[in-house]
């Protein structure tokens, strides 16, 4: 039962100026099926926070609470550029709360709302961001399961090169978390079913490829304005993801190159053995299909390896040398 005092018993905006665990709400920013997100202050470190509480019900729920510990602890050990740092997950006065990095920005959802389609360069810049989050949290052993515009955080970057920053954030949130709890059923997703991957759909057991296709169906949106598959209701949109082909994405950018067809049928086949293996793998090939080039094998991809930087320290024999004078960093126009 909810009592009186329980963080949930009022409004969420009866929330703003109460402290919740050592962190004091400031102001709501986002709410989703299972989750309000607050901006609020660690009052420890004087600094903000994104804070997010989760619904009663869910706390209430032993098998969902085992699995946001473990999966939320499985996240926090990610240490990734691109992924949303979490900072102390918890529970307190009968509410589970996550304490993340603040995102000071927009979710893809609302930049593709209110700007449509990104260019191609901008599209291609943030798959690539998003790819080596994912293929990171997939060789830790954690497979996402809810890629979608909304958990993919974009605040804006540091310089020309690059002009923005995307996060992506949500592990552990999934509707696999909450199926498990029975809390869901097919047909009563909490969230979209824009992204889901068959496999998902029909039970069947899930890895790091289910992740391929929804991120593939996110990139898909990035360059179209729309996801792959549009249906009037739920039924028949799960059933296009079983088993209807996506529309070629040159029927709705007819500028874009043929080679991308073939990139996009790759990473949204309905069976995951004959997707691209990585999230990264599928952006190389998504940016050399862009240019025009015939889509790459598996493995020829022309994707960059990271710099080497884990090199032994050099010895005074070897003094380091000294860095080239840096030109003052160049800001980009503000992208949102
Ligand atoms: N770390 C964060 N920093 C800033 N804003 C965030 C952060 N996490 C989530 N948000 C905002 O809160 C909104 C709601 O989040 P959430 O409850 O996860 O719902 P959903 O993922 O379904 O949009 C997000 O869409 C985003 O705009
Ligand atoms: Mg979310």
């Known amino acids: 039962m909810v009592r009186e005092t329980s963080l949930f018993s009022g409004s969420p905006s009866e929330l703003i100026g109460r402290q919740v665990a050592g962190y004091r709400i400031e102001e709501e920013i986002g709410r989703g099926g299972m989750a309000v997100v607050y901006r609020a202050r660690d009052l420890r ?53 996550i304490a993340m990095r603040y995102v000071a920005g927009s979710d893809l959802r609302h930049l593709l709302d209110r700007q449509g389609p990104l260019s191609p360069p901008t599209a291609v ?18 497979v996402h399961r809810d890629v979608k515009p909304g958990n993919i955080l974009v605040a ?46 029909s039970g069947k057991p899930v890895d790091a490829r289910c992740d391929v296709y929804g991120f593939a169906c996110v990139v898909y949106e990035c360059l179209s304005g729309h996801p792959p598959f549009q249906r009037d209701d739920d039924m028949a949109l799960l059933w296009a993801h079983q088993y209807d082909q996506p529309p070629p994405l040159t029927g709705s950018r007819p500028d874009l190159p043929a080679p991308v067809d073939t990139v996009f049928a790759k990473a949204l086949a309905k ?22 080039d015939a889509a790459p094998a598996e493995g020829d991809a022309a994707a960059h390896p990271p710099t080497q930087v884990d090199v032994p320290v050099l010895g005074r024999d070897h003094p380091e040398p000294a860095d080239p004078p840096r030109p003052p960093p160049r800001w980009a126009e503000p992208f949102f």
């Open 156 to 201: 804006r970057g540091t310089d020309s090169d690059h002009p923005e920053h995307a996060y992506l954030t949500d592990f552990g949130l999934t509707k696999k978390s909450l199926s498990l709890t029975g809390l869901t059923t097919v047909g009563q997703f909490v969230g979209t079913l824009d992204y889901v991957a068959p496999e998902q759909i």
């Open 45 to 97: 470190l004087d600094r903000s926070v994104a804070l997010k509480l989760l619904a009663p019900e869910l706390a209430r729920n032993d098998t969902f609470r085992r699995r946001f510990s473990h999966e939320s602890r499985a996240a926090a050990a990610i240490d990734h550029p691109h992924i949303v740092p979490v900072f102390e997950a918890g529970e307190t006065d009968d509410v589970l709360f």
């Open 271 to 292: 069976s995951p053995e004959s997707r691209y293996e990585s999230c990264l793998s599928f952006v190389a090939a998504l940016r050399m299909a862009l240019r025009g």
């Open 125 to 142: 810049r943030i798959a690539g961001q998003v790819a080596s989050a994912l293929d990171a949290a997939h060789e830790h052993g954690l």
